[in-house]
């Protein structure tokens, strides 16, 4: 989930300033139609120490009009709170109508910090059952709520406390709980991630935001700040007070959010990937007939176990998705196994909640179910398309967390590949289509229509890894440039995932084919038919 706040992204201080004036008046103009609205405001900060929470409050505090914003940092109850209810203090600190209130440790940080300090589970889960019941109670009442995870990894958690100390007029900054809470950095994470998966919702949602560079954090958060009060705006029907329409501060946030760190390192997860990763033909089919073999035996003890897998295929448009699912699906027992592909809900579908259909397919114990195409079409082609409207797929993040916790819960394997290619890439598959007589049905006007939004797709796929990659089901993100290299990572990841769970199979019932890259006259399409055979 955090690797998505772990790009090394920036912002120059020319780029700050240019992109910092429009920006001000925006949230300015904002504010002001916020208080003829009598519509309150809630921004919670929380994340990881360091990562520089109180910089994006003074920067809000300094570009807005400070007369109708209160910020307020709650620190361990005092003697008077601690004689009242918990959320005696924090009701004591929401704002009336038409004000912001920006909170630092909030109704989070106690149940954080008892969770990673040994808290039990049931004490931690109750906590964030509180958290969400209150939040949608102010959420009904009209006020929006935005909540920042302002986030540093482990090592660059550690080089902003020693830069601080090393600083006698910012040494005070650090405390020995900031660094016991870095030895606990693991825990710390793990717990934030159960908080942000938990209490994510589309009326009181999480983002995640980098804290390496100060000035990308402020212009981020507050991006996110102007588009989450036009969005109400626009829902409440009141246009812009001032000279800036609804339409230009929408697009001058979409641009905060998405805008291109000026000494270029990655904007989106996807862009971390290296997608010239090959491997040769010979490699490729040792390597194949040893992971089909493998899964193979794993399979079968999965089946002995009562252990059911479910793999999730999701990906660019001919990135890959059916050929990697052949090759899963030619080891295995096809009588264990079932692909679902997923197209346009039926009308059936369509008068159900949407997961009604995932469920209805979901296998018995021991079996194998594969999707091509998923419940992560809500966010995905329903977001950008718009399907779904924003509330829909911003609450369906946590629908799907939920959703995806269960099926762990029960033991089952869940495995989440995004089949990555380059724009070049899909261009040159989509013209070798055209010009195949037997793939030319593979390619629609959708196929054109999507490449044309490229970014807009990139966009939904980093929130998705962002919100829904999780300790209990992680994105597996696979460079398919290259088919062999692509087919390869997927079957060992669905090996490594089931191993975890079912054990070692016996290694000598592994069927290793040593001379497959030695046969004459075999292309991959009839190697790879023979292997799925003899390991069945």
């Given at each position: ?292 073999g493998r899964i193979n035996q794993l399979q079968k003890r999965a089946r002995d176990q009562g252990v059911s897998t479910i793999l999730i295929f999701e990906g660019w ?202 046969s004459e006259g075999s292309d991959d399409e009839e190697l790879e038919g023979r292997t799925g055979e003899m390991n069945r």
């Open positions: 989930m955090f690797d998505t706040a772990e790009l090394g992204r920036t912002t120059t201080k020319k780029a700050y300033k240019e992109r910092l004036t429009p920006l001000r008046a925006a949230l300015l103009q904002a504010q002001a139609s916020l208080r003829d609205a009598g519509i309150p405001v809630i921004v919670l900060f929380g994340g990881v120490d360091g990562a520089g929470k109180g910089d994006a409050v003074n920067a809000l505090n300094e570009w807005m009009d400070p007369r109708w914003m209160k910020t307020t940092a709650f620190d361990q109850p005092s003697q008077e709170e601690e004689e009242r209810p918990e959320y005696w203090r924090f009701w004591r600190a929401l704002p009336p109508k038409g004000h912001i209130s920006l909170l630092l440790s909030a109704w989070y940080s106690q149940p954080l910090l008892r969770r990673i300090d040994g808290g039990s589970d049931e004490d931690f889960e109750r906590s964030l059952e509180q958290i969400t019941s209150f939040e949608q109670q102010l959420a009904d009442d009209g006020a929006v709520i935005l909540k920042f995870w302002l986030h540093l990894g482990k090592r660059g958690q550690q080089r902003r406390f020693e830069r601080l100390e090393s600083d006698p007029l910012q040494s005070w900054r650090v405390t020995e709980r900031d660094w016991e809470n870095w030895r606990k950095y693991d825990d710390f994470i793990s717990a934030g991630e159960r908080i942000i998966t938990r209490t994510s919702t589309g009326s009181a949602p999480w983002h995640i935001v980098e804290g390496v560079c100060a000035r990308y954090a402020s212009l981020r958060v507050g991006g996110l700040l102007l588009e989450a009060i036009q969005n109400r705006l626009m829902q409440a029907g009141i246009e812009s007070s001032a000279e800036t329409s609804v339409a230009e501060a929408e697009a001058y946030s979409k641009a905060v959010k998405i805008a291109e760190p000026d000494d270029a390192p990655p904007l989106t997860i996807l862009s971390t990937l290296d997608t010239s990763l090959k491997l040769k033909k010979p490699e490729y089919r040792k390597r194949l007939a040893i992971q089909q448009d001919a990135a890959g998705k059916g050929g990697a699912i052949r090759r899963v699906n030619a080891a295995l027992d096809s009588r264990a196994v079932q692909v679902i592909p997923i197209a346009a809900p039926t009308d059936e579908e369509r008068a159900h909640h949407y997961l009604w259909r995932f469920w209805r397919h979901l296998s018995r114990a021991g079996h194998v179910t594969i999707f091509d195409r998923s419940w992560y079409g809500r966010v995905l082609v329903e977001r950008v398309e718009g399907f779904a409207n924003e509330r829909e797929w911003q609450r369906a993040y946590a629908e799907i967390n939920r959703f995806e916790q269960q099926l762990v819960d029960h033991g089952i394997v869940l495995i989440k590949f995004w089949m990555h290619i380059s724009p070049e890439e899909q261009l040159r598959r989509f013209k070798d289509r055209e010009k195949t007589a037997y793939k030319k049905w593979k390619l629609t006007e959708d196929d054109w229509r999507n490449r044309e939004r490229w970014d807009d797709y990139e966009i939904a796929v980093h929130d998705m890894v962002e919100r829904t990659s999780t300790l209990a089901a992680p994105w597996v993100l696979v460079e398919a440039n290259d088919k062999p290299y692509a087919r390869i990572k997927v079957l060992e990841s669905i090996c490594d995932a089931q191993q975890a769970k079912v054990g070692m199979p016996d290694s000598s019932a592994i069927w290793t084919h040593r001379d497959a890259d030695e």
